[in-house]
């Protein structure tokens, strides 16, 4: 009482005569009641249409003098023809290494005069070209960013230096546990013949094979304005916005763009550990992992639910189980890479050596038990965070920029997120059991652990959920 | 390159102020207030002014192991519910350690500023009652497990705790990571848990800063209801100086690792945060390494293509600061050869200095980050917080940018002379069995 007296005496302008009787009183022990959360109303998306088929997204946001635009180019690795895995990454790579008019250095050169960060980058589906830049220097950093957009010139000499720094990286990911289980599991739960079965870097025999003519063809197959969207988000205005890009992006040529075929994933067998073996390893990388399903399904609140209780944030049960109570890792979560088609399914953790026998059967565990009916207060709590959480995800133009990637990519509503919360609020416990039981499937599932083979395979013996099957870092048998 | 050359150049932005209000509480609390309405958010930033410097001889990692124990209740938070309430009102939250302070943070809907007052004061307050061995050893586990993920089984995991060790004597309070050894962790005791608590986690130790969309008179109020009945604590006396680290000589050591290729690391003893030559050092990291214009990377890596990466930083802290160079050479380039051409390049700007176009390169750069630094409450909580324990004062971003349009070219040579001129700790890391392939005294240079 000392201290409070102390308080109310010390503040005593800015206390109202509620706050003193508010001090005085209240009850520590339980968590104060809140308010209503605040009403979001995340900013409208002005959306316009080049001639030539280029998409425009275009977002304001005023609080400081920067902008940020994303070229989102709607193929990835998985249009690298048969054979050339790894060319869509190293086009993507190339287009800041030389365009018509500017060399690989100069291009380095202006980008740090300007004081701007402009990146390229390939995923499965897309190629994107990013500019994060005050907008002091719009009119220099557009002209850069359309220039190594559309003008890349693909010099012989910085791809030899590319593709041998690339071929070091490939040596140097067998030094890491974790990359090598993130290269096994596509591989094995998709098999050589389904593109996400894939390497996006590509291997050492694939990138040696690769020629200029290789990526030429891949760029001009692919980049074209009628295959893309651009998104800008910042201290701009659609109008301004709408010139500037005629501008610099007008004279793009549309081009027939092939869309990629997705065969059949392979049907699950029964669940099976693939071991692989790295002498030596402190922590075990586990990714347990299956098919899964396309960012088209029906289900996707429901899983996003259901997910963020498995292994969707930090409260989820196998964290909470695998970290918090157990403490057999620093952190256990789960995720469905929701893709074009179906993308993987996949709970991962580095474990302790010494404890991978006993992880394994806390996930099967975990993965046993999502099946079962969900206590009201956890969904409760998993739905809550999901949508109390949007407006921190609109804070900056970076945020607000890659909140748009999706809509862009997967050709969402323009309203999709106005609506998240409610299309959240609509889950109930028995949507949830529902896509527990259709995707998550105990007897069903790709255990790809890379770790100490000599130590952890007795014990994983013991454990016997299943066939222990020893792979290399590709995936294949070992003999 | 004359194309860019009319641009308007990026000196004419400025960076903006912070605008805020700081109080202190009876209790010794400093309040930092922030008000931006641009996101319906709010976030609570909380600094303890202790770190990994601050440890015990056998009691490496503490501060860290300490701040995840932070996270497992208090008297009236059970355990786990510290997360989930958060979670349950859309809040993110985590904590982090330094050298030199420990940190704790909520983003949050702003209806739920008062969740989080109530959960930090709890736990400043009241942390103890509930404290006992169990916690103390989950997160015991937890912490190795983070350093097995971030030390131990990660390829040159263990070369920065090999060269704090070489740098600084063993009394110095760098001299350790801030991870810590397996020993000292497994050592650690639930009276250590209690002691560090109640010397370093009081009120009169710690700044609260609190940024977005808020009300300031209500959340005074707040502050006041949660965090006034807390207790002062006795002062806390942390050492403000240390003895300068002077090194006579060249030191090679050599560490074997789970590797494929051998990686160099060069070290130098340089000055702390904010001392005059600070941002010139941070400077001459962009000029040696930035980008594909810098002189390492455009030699070794660009024209030469005998070396995969390399990265330069100087890295400045409370008492003092050192450079790092380090380089992985490409499969089959031996270190000697490698070392004679990073040396060579030193020595280029020692002896020539950098041009108008390197200097301006690297000021903007850094210029540009001090506005991505600040555009999310967050970053400009952590930064208020930041510059107040320090600068000594909140209103210091301003300042902090202006260091960088301040440095000259002789200033980067000049820095490039005075530190990196002089002896220095050099790592190798070699694969294992592969210790020939060091770099030593024998095979460099001199």
């Not at chain 1, 206390?15 to 809140?34: C, E, G, I, K, Y």
């Not at chain 1, 994060?132 to 559309?150: E, N, R, Y």
């Not at chain 1, 610099?248 to 997705?262: C, E, I, L, M, S």
């Not at chain 2, 909140?394 to 005075?418: E, N």
């Amino acid at each position: 009482m000392r201290a409070l007296t102390r308080i109310t005496t010390s503040a005593v302008m800015l206390l109202t005569a509620h706050s003193v009787l508010d001090a005085q009183t209240f009850d520590r022990t339980r968590p104060p009641v809140l308010g209503p959360p605040p009403k979001v109303s995340l900013p409208p998306i002005v959306t316009r249409q080049l001639p030539n088929g280029l998409r425009l997204m275009v977002v304001e946001h005023h609080e400081l003098p920067v902008a940020d635009f994303i070229l989102l180019v709607g193929s990835g690795g998985t249009a690298d023809p048969a054979g050339k895995m790894g060319v869509a990454n190293l086009t993507a790579a190339m287009l800041r290494e030389g365009t018509t008019t500017r060399k690989s250095l100069e291009i380095a050169d202006q980008i740090a005069f300007l004081g701007v960060r402009l990146n390229a980058g390939s995923s499965w589906e897309s190629s994107t070209l990013s500019l994060h830049t005050p907008t002091a220097q719009l009119d220099s950093a557009l002209a850069l960013f359309a220039d190594v957009a559309l003008r890349p010139s693909f010099p012989a000499n910085e791809f030899d230096r590319l593709k041998k720094t690339r071929l070091t990286e490939l040596l140097q990911l067998k030094d890491q546990g974790p990359a090598i289980a993130n290269i096994a599991y596509p591989a094995i739960v998709y098999g050589s013949s389904h593109p996400y079965g894939a390497r996006l870097l590509g291997t050492e025999g694939s990138v040696a094979g690769l020629s200029v003519a290789d990526l030429q063809s891949y760029y001009g197959s692919n980049f074209r304005p009628n295959n893309s969207t651009l998104i800008v988000v910042g201290d701009v205005t659609p109008a301004q916005i709408e010139q500037k890009v005629n501008r610099f992006f007008g004279g793009w040529q549309r081009g027939d763009v092939t869309p990629v075929k997705y065969t059949d994933p392979p049907k699950a067998g029964i669940t099976t550990v693939y071991l692989i073996d790295k002498p030596g390893a402190a922590q075990s990388s586990f990714r347990i992992a299956t098919v899964g399903v396309p960012r088209s399904t029906r289900d996707y609140f429901a899983l996003t639910v259901m997910n963020t209780i498995l292994g969707g944030s930090f409260t989820s049960r196998l964290n909470n189980n695998l970290r918090e109570t157990k403490g057999y890792t620093y952190g256990a979560r789960s995720q469905f890479d929701m893709r074009r088609a179906a993308g993987p399914f996949i709970a991962s953790a580095e474990i302790v050596a010494a404890k991978t026998d006993s992880a394994l059967i806390e996930f099967m565990k975990e993965l046993t038990a999502i099946r079962q009916s969900v206590p009201p207060e956890e969904l409760s709590k998993a739905k809550r965070y999901l949508q109390l959480q949007l407006p921190s995800d609109f804070e900056t133009t970076q945020q607000i920029a890659g909140a748009l990637v999706p809509v862009a990519m997967y050709g969402l509503p323009l309203d999709y997120y106005n609506n998240y919360v409610q299309n959240i609020e609509a889950i109930t416990p028995a949507d949830v059991e529902r896509v527990a039981r259709q995707y998550v499937n105990p007897g069903s599932l790709a255990v790809v652990i890379v770790g100490d083979r000599k130590s952890i395979e007795p014990t994983l013996k013991a454990v016997n959920i299943g066939p222990i099957s020893i792979r290399d870092m590709t995936g294949q048998v070992v003999q | 390159m004359a194309g860019l050359s009319a641009a308007v150049p990026a000196a004419s932005q400025t960076t903006p102020r912070i605008s805020f209000e700081k109080y202190t509480l009876p209790n010794g609390l400093q309040v930092i207030l922030h008000e931006d309405h641009s996101t319906p958010i709010v976030a609570v930033n909380t600094w303890y002014h202790v770190g990994s410097g601050d440890e015990q001889p056998g009691r490496t990692g503490f501060a860290h192991l300490f701040e995840h124990i932070m996270f497992m209740g208090s008297q009236n938070v059970p355990v786990g519910m510290f997360d989930q309430w958060l979670e349950a009102a859309g809040a993110d939250n985590n904590g982090s350690t330094t050298e030199d302070r420990t940190n704790y943070y909520e983003v949050l809907p702003s209806n739920a500023l008062e969740l989080a007052l109530w959960l930090d004061a709890d736990r400043m307050g009241w942390l103890l009652p509930t404290m006992d061995l169990p916690k103390v050893d989950l997160q015991r586990d937890v912490v190795k497990n983070e350093r097995r993920q971030g030390v131990d089984n990660v390829p040159y995991g263990r070369a920065d705790e090999t060269i704090l060790a070489a740098l600084y004597p063993k009394s110095h309070p760098y001299s350790w990571p801030v991870i810590g050894s397996m020993a000292d962790l497994s050592a650690a005791t639930l009276g250590d848990t209690k002691n560090f608590f109640r010397t370093y986690y009081a009120p009169n130790n710690a700044t609260l800063a609190i940024a977005g969309d808020f009300d300031p008179a209500r959340a005074k109020q707040l502050v006041a209801k949660y965090f006034g009945a807390i207790p002062r604590g006795p002062a806390v006396t942390r050492r403000t100086t240390v003895p300068p680290v002077v090194i006579p000589r060249d030191t090679f050591l050599v560490l074997e690792d789970k590797v494929q290729l051998p990686r160099l690391f060069y070290t130098w003893p340089t000055v702390k945060l904010f001392a005059p030559d600070d941002a010139a050092l941070d400077i001459l990291a962009q000029v040696l390494a930035n980008d594909k214009n810098s002189r390492l990377y455009k030699k070794l890596v660009y024209d030469l293509q005998v070396v995969q990466s390399v990265r330069a930083v100087q890295e400045s802290s409370r008492l003092t600061g050192k450079f790092q160079i380090d380089v992985l050479p490409k499969p089959g380039q031996a270190a000697a050869g490698i070392d004679r051409l990073v040396q060579a390049e030193i020595a280029g700007i020692i002896s020539k200095g950098v041009t108008r176009r390197e200097l301006v390169r690297a000021q903007n750069s850094f210029r540009a980050q001090f506005l991505d630094r600040i555009a999310s409450v967050l970053g400009k909580a952590d930064a208020l917080n930041s510059y107040n324990y320090f600068a000594g004062t909140p209103d210091f971003v301003q300042q902090d940018a202006a260091r960088y349009d301040r440095v000259t070219a002789a200033d980067v040579q000049r820095v490039a002379r005075t530190y990196l001129g002089k002896p220095k700790i050099v790592l190798t890391v070699v694969p294992e069995g592969k210790r020939e392939l060091m770099l030593s005294a024998a095979g460099g240079v001199k």
